[in-house]
């Protein structure tokens, strides 16, 4: 969860507002990240004003809709194209995040922005999202997970019939050590 919230994908409709010279004007459709749809409507205003000679006092929106991942119970692999602005320039990246749901894979992104790069959630532009397979991740670390037999051993556990079972012994403190090597 980043430091605004967590993060949510919408869809945004909207176009310039009608005129005696226009009645029907072109609608252009954005998808973008945000945690609630106000910041949604603010960003495709600022994006679009960018492409286009628009602004939010000369259009209207037409909808703004919440888009939620069908299935969010297996471990995909997103890969992530963006820009950012850091204090020496502006910079485009790919990244390549492991997660169930693509809003939450942009939700990690903006954590790790953070965390390694100093960049702002302001600062962050996503450009392009695409679910990849597992044998077309480019980058070391999401292609360690994404093999047919991996495994996470647990090394140093404690044992439950030793130490904190209620049901085993009546005892809530012991004086011996855990032993967390079960090997």
Known sequence: MTVCGKMRRFQVVGRKAPTDEAPNPEAYRMIIFATCP???KSKFWYYLHQFRKMKKTTGEILDCVELVDKNSRTVKNYGIWL????RSG??????????TTLTG?????????????RARPRSIQIIRTAELKASELIRTNPMQFAQAGVKFPLPHRVASA????????EKTFTTVRP?????
């Open 83 to 86: 820009r950012y602005d850091s």
């Open 179 to 183: 032993t967390t090597y079960l090997g």
């Open 38 to 40: 106000t910041i949604a």
């Open 162 to 169: 030793k130490r904190g079972a209620k049901a085993l012994s």
């Open 90 to 99: 502006t910079h485009n990246m790919y990244r390549e995040i492991r997660d």
């Open 105 to 117: 894979a942009v939700s990690k992104l903006y954590d790790e922005m953070a965390g390694r790069h």
